[in-house]
């Protein structure tokens, strides 16, 4: 009788692990939200509750670094979203292309 308690606990143990799991884990693709609504574009986090705006400027931003000026210049003046993303997109992926 006690190994079977025993098996049981441990099938319960095992089975809420499963359920659970242990942690994101799962990988990050280019243009994905990571855990807490984080946007994360070519493997970097650009942080958490950015909206579309933001993450066009990051696109267009890292494509100006790789040769391919773009930029949505009305947005630029006037959208302070687009402007902070475009800005960090622009940052972070020149460094990431001169390492």
Avoid: I
């Avoid at 242990?22 to 574009?41: E, I, K, M, R």
């Avoid at 930029?71 to 902070?84: D, G, I």
């Amino acid at each position: 009788m006690r190994l079977l308690k025993t098996t049981v606990a441990g099938c319960f143990a095992s089975g809420v692990l499963l359920l659970t799991g242990c942690g994101n884990t799962a990988p990050q693709l280019p243009g994905s939200t990571g855990g807490g609504d984080h946007y994360v574009y070519r493997g970097h986090d650009f942080g958490p509750d950015r909206d579309s705006d933001y993450r066009a400027g990051v696109v267009d931003g890292c494509r100006t670094t790789d040769g391919d000026y773009t930029k949505n210049h009305a947005l630029f003046k006037t959208n302070e979203s687009y402007h902070a993303g475009w800005e960090h997109g622009r940052l972070h992926c020149k460094s990431q292309s001169s390492s």
